[in-house]
Structures are given as structure tokens and as C-alpha cells.
């Protein structure tokens, strides 16, 4: 399994909110692109970049964000 975060629209019951990242059988490619500081941007292949929603843990698809990336 991979996870999808190409779909957008996956709703989390009983949460009130849409994530888009959910488990698929069809993988996705990530690029990264370096941002500010050491951070890190990744987009899609749809163009679109990959940003916070309205929790620190919930992924959307379209807002720009700068992840910090560690091991």
C-alpha cells in the first residue's frame, strides 16, 4: 500500500473536516523542492503542492507549506 495524496476529497467521518491522504494501491510521485531555512516543499504531479489544513496533521492538496524533513 501507498499513500494517495493525489485525491483530493477523502472525508473523515465523525471529524468534519476532508483529508487528502488516505491508503491506495497506486502509487504517487512526490517531488521536493528546497524552501527557506532547510525546509522543503512537495508538490504533485498535478502541480499543485502539498500544505496544512486546518490541524498540523491534516494534509491538503493546494496550500503551500515548508515541511521540516528529519530522520
Not at 56 to 67: L, Q, S
Request: aromatic share 10%; proline share 3%; with cysteine.
Amino acid at each position: 500500500m501507498f499513500l494517495d495524496i493525489e485525491t483530493k476529497g477523502v472525508n473523515e467521518p465523525n471529524q468534519g473536516t476532508t483529508n487528502n491522504i488516505s491508503l491506495s494501491d497506486k502509487p504517487c510521485v512526490v517531488y521536493f523542492e528546497s524552501g527557506n531555512g532547510g525546509k522543503w516543499k512537495l508538490k504533485i504531479s498535478s502541480g499543485e503542492y502539498i500544505g496544512r489544513g486546518d490541524r498540523t496533521w491534516n494534509a491538503v492538496i493546494g496550500a503551500t507549506h515548508e515541511w521540516t524533513i528529519e530522520e
